[in-house]
């Protein structure tokens, strides 16, 4: 059940560090190498804890190692390019989708007790992990897309 402090903890780090030292935008990559670091974290439990991660999957689903494996390579490029201020948008995108994509596996875990970490407690790990989750959401959003048009695009100049 510590899995969610560890992760506020890496979230936050950065930006007390680069507060600390006074660096400028400060706000803006603290934010961001905080989700790197918290991107870095999912990364390695994919390689680490890779049979708590299957059992977190419904059992129809094929090749579902394999599958662990991929997501956790996935998770670190995300947590690369969060750190890359020329993917940073985009990195945050991904970080957006796999949110909300890969959170129905920890639905699934709760419901069944299986899996790692507070998913064995039910789905009343769900009340820990749902604000977690949004928290993450807001997270990206806020430090690495709000303030740059729709995600990062920005309108044509009016020529007229």
Known sequence: MITPLIVLFLLTLPLGIYRLFSLQDWQRLGGAHGLALAYLFFCL?????????VQMLPPWIPFAEWLVYLTGVLEGLIALGLLLPPWRKRAAMAALATLILFFPANIYAALHHTGLGG???????LFIRAP??????????????RDHGRFGLKAPANTF
Do not use: E, N, R, S
């Not at 439990?45 to 991660?53: L, Q």
């Open 119 to 125: 998913h064995q407690w039910g789905p009343v790990y």
């Open 45 to 53: 439990g994919h390689f680490i804890k890779t049979a708590g991660m």
């Open 132 to 145: 977690l989750q949004l928290l993450l959401l807001y997270w990206a959003w806020y430090f690495c897309l």
